[in-house]
């Protein structure tokens, strides 16, 4: 339904001709004569840094501040099929309301010589609109080229030059301009030119060239220069605020002050309101009588519910607001519009109202940025009423609270425009909503189905998601999306009634009910009539973010959020557990868990804050761990049942911990034997004693204890021997596959460790079999993560790329040392102690001695 509006949408203003006047069209000319020469550079960029199959070999930048010109050159460098399919196309977005579009050249280099690809022809001219499915149509266009007979070795040169500016800014040039792109740059040339009457001002982030600044007739130059730019990367992670690409921004702006005066004068309050605007606030005025804060709420729920969202940000109106009349009138509007709309009623009720200038994305930290007109992309309300200063915004839906008691989301800083406003201003923060969840499994037998309840309450801003949620998706679809998200836990899963909603708009606080019946619950144990069953809080777990072991960045995280949840598990026969506790508290989130039991129901209760909106890159391996650890332990819970006796629960696979301890006493005693079995004696000439251990040796001798320590250190604190490790696949086609990558990282490991041990015993003592047992060691290692690798590949990628580093370890690990231990003669002078180790003699210039005792 959404893509259909958009795409009406897009064809309404494509057909009309008073949008967007002549229809947008490239012009081909020839390069602009007021460009500064740049020196030519070919040295290209290590292979190890090209991605996608591509690089640049230039990006040239220079922009004509007085000419309102943007001029473009770029260079890419074809090395790879893949290439091909990324880099054969040109596309150009231009605003044709204020912009013009001139292309000087498309030049394909192949073996040194030039192939013209520059006709009006090739261009297609497509609508730009990538906003529609927020609801906000901006006009621009852009202008695509596909290149036909592209090959690997083929160089793309081309050149554009873009003119004019929004005449919203009234002459003012603003501009961010990187210096660093997501792929690899040999060349980055940006220069900015401008009259030298005109005050710019700058501020660079990140990495950036120092510029070099030049003045001739009355035009300064500032020019940044790099070469073998590397490529940033973005996570899907990171937070919104997050960027590491170096750029600069420019601002003919000198303070917040200037920005004040300038969006004041775009977007002033409507005054002497008439049409029908006019009539609905006099019946706001009526029905509130004295009552502010009713008249407040009054006219918020007014804009928030009977103008919808829309934008049509055509030229000048990227920044400026329609009239308040208008806006009521289509019952229609972009943020702006909106909230200038918000500010007219309210200041037509008698209350101090102003529009606020905020990041969405950015929050607090837009604080960073010089004062300019591009550091925002959203507008909101301040009022106060009663003497309070409240802060709303209007383009929120379903709203629930009374009065002045309203969720505003947490922008952090904002500009108010307000006359005499010089700063940003400090938004104090709304205080959160909660979501409280509780499932409750009761069992009635061994043989009937479990009935399964969920019951979830939101307050406050979480309230007024779901139910803006509920109204987008319908109950029907709700209840679809809920049945298939337990289906992938319980195959025998059926809705038993219809979900209830209970709605208290004043209290702000929404409950949802859900009932189904499970008749896959439990698992039969085939060896015997014990039923298992096994629970995990999916609830907590779902708000942690993924991270792999590649992010650099910092890692986002919902917030504020604030959930409590309970599963619990009602038994015929009650329960004997013993109770246990959980907490951790990090300066970004906080986690607490209480299993508890109280006649015939078990008590999981879970509590997780987030208490920053990013987890910092120096925390990352802190938070990691954290992750592993509650997913081993503290998230899970596995119980058996026999209908006819006894509950009895464990979180600790005893089976594998059986196995493992076996194993470690048997390889104890196989390591005891293999050193104690006698080796011949030797024969020392006269002089000569046995060799102390040294050089690169003692690195073997430290890795081998590290090695010990470390595998050891993993066992215990790792999750093998969790039940919920154990079951993570149960009922998968995987299940088999990874409890065998289980059993085998458990098994050797404990392998790696006793054989590492082994192997340090030997080499502190010298032993003539070192040689030859530390070599099956480093050939053992390599076997058992490749092994580790090949099983963990045919499970998930994930779980591959945990496989990956450790497998790559051995393989340099076993090829460096097991040809040192077979062709050293340090090596082979070191190791020849036998056992028993008295078991050797000297031989002098023509008589033998005897044995030393």
Known sequence: MRFTFSLCLVMLFWCSGAAFGDTPSVHISAKPNWLSAIKPYNQKPSSRTVERGFYYELIEEQVQVEKQADYNHIIRDIVSETGIQNASQISVSFDPAYERLDFHDITVWRDGKPLNRLKASVFKVLADEQDLSN??????????????????????????????????????????????????????????????????????????????????????????????VPPAHDDDSQPSWYNERGFIQVSEFASWAEVVNWALSINPPALNIKGELGERITKLKKDAGNNKEKYFRDAVRTVQQEVRYMGIEIGEYSHRANNPEKVFKQRYGDCKDKSLLLVS?????????????????????????????????????????NGKQVWVDATMDNQGGEGTDIYFPRYGKGLVLKEGGNALTSIPPSKGGKVIGEDVYTVMDGKSPVLFTVKTTYTGDEADYMRGKLESSGMAETEKSYLDYY????NKIEAKDSITVRDDLKANRLTTIETYKIGDFFKKDSTSDKLTANLFANFIYNQFPSITGRIKTPVSLTYPYDASYAIKVVLPRGWNINEDHDSIKRDYYRYESDFTAAGDTLSLNYKLSFLSDYVPVNKLDEFKADIKKLNGTSLGYSFSYTPQGAVSTSTTNSTLILVVLLLTVGLVVLGVWLYQRETPGIVFAYGSTFVPIGGWLILIALGLAATALVTGSNMVTGDYFSLHTWNVYQGNQHEFNFRSLVVIEAIGNITLMVYALFCLVLLLNKRDILPVCITGYFAFGFVFFLTDYILAANISSKLAETALSPLLRSIVTAAIWIPYFKKSSRVQETFIVPHPPYNYSYEGPGVAEEPAS
């Open 135 to 228: 609801f906000i149509y901006q006009g621009s266009f852009s202008a695509l080229c596909i290149l036909d007979d592209i090959r690997k070795g083929d160089r793309i040169e081309y050149s554009y030059t873009i003119t004019g500016r929004n005449p919203i800014l009234n002459g003012k040039f603003c501009s961010n301009m990187y210096v660093q792109w997501y792929t690899p740059i040999a060349h980055h040339y940006t220069a900015i030119i401008a009259s030298s009457q005109r005050k710019l001002n700058f501020k660079t982030f990140n990495t950036v060239p120092k510029p070099v600044i030049s003045e001739a007739n009355g035009l300064k130059r500032y020019e940044y220069e790099g070469f073998q």
């Open 345 to 385: 009623m309210l200041k037509a009720g008698g209350i101090d109202a102003s529009m606020v200038l905020v990041n969405a994305d950015m929050n607090e930290h837009v604080e960073q940025y010089i004062p300019t007109a591009y550091a925002f992309n959203h507008a909101v309300v301040t009022a106060n009423v």
């Open 487 to 490: 289906a992938k836990i319980y």
